[in-house]
Every structure is written in structure tokens, then in C-alpha cells.
């Protein structure tokens, strides 16, 4: 009942009710058996499960408190090095990286052929929507689906700066500036956790705790 109405650390609207199914303790068997014929996965949006019994449900976040976007923590154009732009013959690969495809490909050892197909990615990425998941792989110049892409206030496309990905992830501004390369420093938010998250859930523990 608490779930239901204060939510786990944060309150939730329940859109229908929980449906309700259970798992073997068996790996093998579940892993032989699980989903066998089933058009959708049983696991909707948000759930529970004790001693292999699952409670799961579509839920929409009733959050009413600020968002922070990608946008406030974009840096003015004019504090972005020359090498993070990318050149105008550079885009179209960027733009097919980041496009819905669906190719024939031939497996080199076996010779098997199959369809690689995949969706779409918003690019530029947009300012007003929170950042995407950062990667390890963020640094470098060369084109990538997973990097993020801007477009600043010079109206030019360009990749994100290390001094960004720091406050993305929740630490300070400069927080990796210690005299490692650029590529290093976006290694290391992308290894890093986004540290305000915790904090917040450490909040939520804190206050059931103490009801």
C-alpha cells in the first residue's frame, strides 16, 4: 500500500493494475521456458518481486520538481576548442550513424547472413531533454551513435567538452582537469556514476527510516 501511495523513493501514478506471475528458482528451467510463445515481456514499466512471486505494472513518475537538461550545462561556443566542431564533410557520417537502418550483413566466419536493423537516434541531441546515458567511448573525434552531439550557439555541430560531461554526471565543472588528456577525462565520467542519484536515493532511505 505505501508503493502505491508514496511510491519507492518517489511518488508514481499506477496507469492499470499489477499483473501478478511467478519464477522458478531453476535458472535452467527459466531460462528453457521463460516468455516460450509470449508476444511481449511480462515485466512492464516497474515491479517487485519476493521469493520469485512478481508484482509489475505500467506507472508514470509523478514528479513535480525541476528537470536539469542537457542545456544547462552546455558551455557558450566561444569556450569550446577548435578540434571539438565538427567539419561540415564529417556530418553525414555522423547522420548516418545516428539514423534508423536495416542491412543485409554476412557473418565473416560462418557466412550467415542476416539483417542488422536498428532505430533512430535524435541528432543533434536536444538541449531542452536530460542527457543521455554517457559511455565511455564519449571522447575521440571520430563519428559514433553513442556520442552526443550539439549544436551551439554558433549554429555549428559539435561534440561535448570534458568540463560538460563533468557536470553531466553531477560532479563540478573541471572536476577531471587534472592534467590528463580530454580523452581520459571523458573515460572517466563515462566509468563515473551520475553521483547525485545516490545522494537522493540515500535522502529517500533516510527519511523512511526515520518515519
Aim: aromatic content about 10%; hydrophobic content about 35%; some cysteine.
Amino acid at each position: 500500500k505505501t508503493a502505491e501511495s508514496e511510491g519507492l523513493l518517489s511518488v508514481f501514478e499506477e496507469l492499470n493494475e499489477a499483473d501478478e506471475f511467478t519464477i522458478s528458482a531453476d535458472p535452467y528451467y527459466e531460462t528453457e521456458h521463460f516468455g516460450i510463445g509470449a508476444k511481449t515481456s511480462p515485466f512492464q514499466i516497474a515491479g517487485v518481486m519476493q521469493n520469485g512471486t512478481v508484482l509489475t505494472s505500467k506507472v508514470e513518475p509523478d514528479y513535480r520538481g525541476e528537470f536539469k537538461t542537457l542545456g544547462d550545462v552546455v558551455l557558450p561556443d566561444s569556450e569550446v576548442p577548435e578540434q571539438f566542431f565538427i567539419a561540415p564533410d564529417k556530418v553525414p557520417s555522423w547522420e548516418y550513424l545516428k539514423g534508423a537502418k536495416k542491412e543485409k550483413r554476412i557473418n565473416k566466419t560462418s557466412g550467415f547472413e542476416y539483417f542488422y536493423t536498428e532505430g533512430s537516434m535524435s541528432f543533434p541531441d536536444p538541449l531542452d531533454r536530460p542527457a543521455r546515458t554517457i559511455l565511455t567511448g564519449e571522447g575521440g573525434s571520430g563519428a559514433s551513435r553513442f556520442k552526443h552531439v550539439v549544436v551551439g550557439d554558433s549554429g555549428a555541430y559539435r561534440r561535448l567538452v570534458p568540463d560538460e560531461l563533468d557536470q553531466l554526471q553531477g560532479f563540478p565543472r573541471g572536476w577531471t582537469d587534472t592534467g590528463m588528456s580530454d580523452g581520459n577525462r571523458a573515460f572517466c565520467m563515462g566509468n563515473a556514476l551520475v553521483v547525485g542519484i545516490p545522494h537522493e536515493i540515500g535522502k529517500a532511505i533516510a527519511r523512511r527510516h526515520n518515519q
